[in-house]
Each structure stands twice: as C-alpha cells, then as structure tokens.
C-alpha cells in the first residue's frame, strides 16, 4: 500500500512539472515572413505507456488577442484671424478612431482664451465653446435640438466611452466643432488656451506593456494563467 502511495505521489509531481512547460514556437504571418505581432507557445505535455487499446486526450487551441487602437485628428491646433466682433463656429477639425474594444475619452485643462499680451486687454478672455458631430445640421447653435455646447469646464467633466461595436472597428467618425465669442472690449492681440485630450484603451490584456503597446516578459508566464474575458 505505501508503495502505491509513493508511486501516485511521484506520477503527480511528473504531471505537475510536465504541465509547467511552456515552449515557444516560430510564428509567421500568412504570406510573409516570421510575424512580429503574433507569437505562440505550446504546452501542457502528455504521454503514455501500457497495453491499454484505447487512448484519448483533448487539444485545445486559444487565442488572447490584444486591444488595437488607430486614430488620427486632422489637426491639433484652431487659428481664428477675426476682423469684427461677433460669435463663429466651425469645424475644421476630424477625428477617426479604430479599435477591437471600449475606447475612453477624457478632457484636461480646456479653459476660455486668455490674453498674451503685449501689454494688457480691457477684456483679457474671449468665451469658447466645444462641440461633437458628423455634420452642421447635429451642432447648429440656434437649434434647440441640436447638440448641446459645451463650455471648457463641462469639457473638462466628460468621459465620454465609444463602446464595441462594428462602427468602431470600421472607423468611428466625428467632428471636433470650435466656437468663440469675441466682442467689443477685446483689444487687439493674441489670445490663447491649451487643453489635453486622453484616449484610453479600456480592454487591454495584462501582457501588454500599458506604456509602449509591447509585449511583456516573459510571455510565457501567462500561458498557464487563467483565462479572463
């Protein structure tokens, strides 16, 4: 009986040991050469050895596929040239986002054009405001029922999610809209206000460097890590 004991315990430990090996194997891109942004390890070996007539043992093939994201903007500054006072808007600004997941959105430091000399303005600030949509109809001011305007400090609270969807892995268009205010107590010279826009990636795996988008290492330590959705 001890032995029996004893030989269960060393198959056990055998199986633990041989379930740990993970080995890496040469991965290439269909019609190309070795790929770079996919690689592969098989594990969890087995075997056996008797006259048993039968022997069965499963494959399982899985796929951990990481958030991508592309996106462009056409342009990351407004220049208004403006001859009278008056309130203008326009959208001279696209934004494309492309991506297999959750995309968030947030706003840091939009504030009203202040002014930057020289010397001083009687009124220092020119009012702005912010808005979002595919076409003039989605932001018109003077429609109640167009998009609302946003002021810097409400574009400062939104965190906005573009969610999973097939739109968003085609190609999520909008427009970034711009509209200031300028009256007659502006003096004539430059005003000026920077603010910060974060994209997010909402569903990255853990074995993606968070700050570069490579890979970490070693990656074999997530071979045998419990799947997570």
């Keep these: 009986m001890k ?89 001279c600004i696209e934004f494309t986002v492309k991506s297999n997941s959750d995309v968030g959105f947030g706003f840091v430091g939009f504030a009203n054009l202040s002014y930057v000399g020289p010397g001083t303005s009687v009124n220092p600030e020119i009012l702005v405001w912010y808005n979002f949509g595919s076409d003039e109809d989605a932001i018109d001011p003077t429609d109640p029922n167009a998009n609302p305007w946003l002021k810097p400090e409400e574009l400062n609270l939104q965190v906005p999610v573009i969610e999973d969807s097939r739109i968003l892995h085609e190609g999520w268009l909008t427009k970034l809209w711009n509209m200031i205010e300028v009256v007659e107590c502006n003096s004539a010279s430059t005003y000026r206000d920077t603010g910060t826009i974060t994209i997010t990636l909402l569903n990255q795996k853990p074995w993606i460097v968070a700050e570069t988008g490579e890979w970490v290492e070693p990656l074999s330590q997530f071979v045998e890590q419990p799947m997570v959705p």
């Design 3 to 91: 032995k029996l004991m004893v030989v269960a315990i060393i198959l056990l430990a055998i199986s633990m040991v041989s379930a740990a090996i993970v080995t890496e194997k040469m991965v290439y891109a269909y019609g190309e050469s070795l790929a770079t942004n996919a690689r592969a390890f098989y594990s969890d070996p087995a075997g056996g050895k008797c006259n048993k007539k039968v022997w069965m043992f499963d494959i399982t093939v899985e796929a951990q596929v990481a958030q991508w994201i592309e996106w462009s903007i056409g342009g990351t500054k407004w220049t208004w040239f403006v001859r009278k006072p008056g309130k203008y808007y326009g959208n």
